[in-house]
């Protein structure tokens, strides 16, 4: 059931330090190097929800709105904003690394059922220079909210998580390939 008010996510960001994830990795092979990769990925024309790509079983993500900072590319260390779903509900993303290399954030304050069994999760995307091209490579991995909900947080990844990355995954690798060439 959605949430009536939007949380203010205002509050310090979770410790995300401690052990015990849950985690899984899915990587894409990409005909562009990495900084065109990057730029695509960084359009700040192209949105969350046009990017991200859940199947019929999960809800869509709606709309992001910034809380702390302006989300440019390369600067986005400690930026946050909440993501609103299409079922109305809502999570937190806080950026941790914003390299060339590495896109890393913190999300937390699931408002969904997930919150029951999901404490947090750390998301970090790669971009390794391999083969003339970029390896794409995206983690996922959640804390559980107990111990013995690890086997529920593990199907989870694989049956929501896992099709919605790779199916973003390609459709990055899409959006890159057929994008035209630029000089970076």
Avoid at 1 to 6: E, G, Q, S, V
Wanted: proline fraction near 8%.
């Amino acid at each position: 059931m959605p949430i009536r008010t939007a949380p203010a996510y205002d509050e310090p960001r979770p410790n995300h330090r401690r052990r015990c994830y849950v985690s899984v990795t899915h990587a894409i092979q990409i005909n562009a190097s990495p900084e065109q990769v990057r730029a695509w990925n960084d359009d700040p024309n192209r949105t969350l929800e046009d990017i991200v790509k859940f199947d019929s079983n999960f809800p869509a993500v709606v709309d992001t709105e910034p809380l702390i900072g302006d989300w440019i590319p390369g600067s986005r260390v400690g930026n946050r904003r909440r993501v609103r779903f299409t079922d109305g509900n809502y999570l937190a993303e806080e950026v941790l690394d914003d390299s060339p290399e590495l896109f890393r954030y913190l999300i937390w304050g699931f408002t969904s059922q997930q919150r029951l069994a999901v404490q947090l999760g750390l998301a970090e995307f790669r971009f390794i220079d391999k083969a003339g091209g970029t390896q794409l490579e995206w983690t996922y991995s959640f804390l559980p909210t107990l111990s013995i909900l690890r086997p529920f947080v593990r199907r989870f990844l694989k049956t929501v998580m896992t099709p919605m990355m790779v199916a973003t995954l390609q459709a990055m690798r899409d959006g890159v390939e057929s994008a035209p060439i630029t000089n970076s």
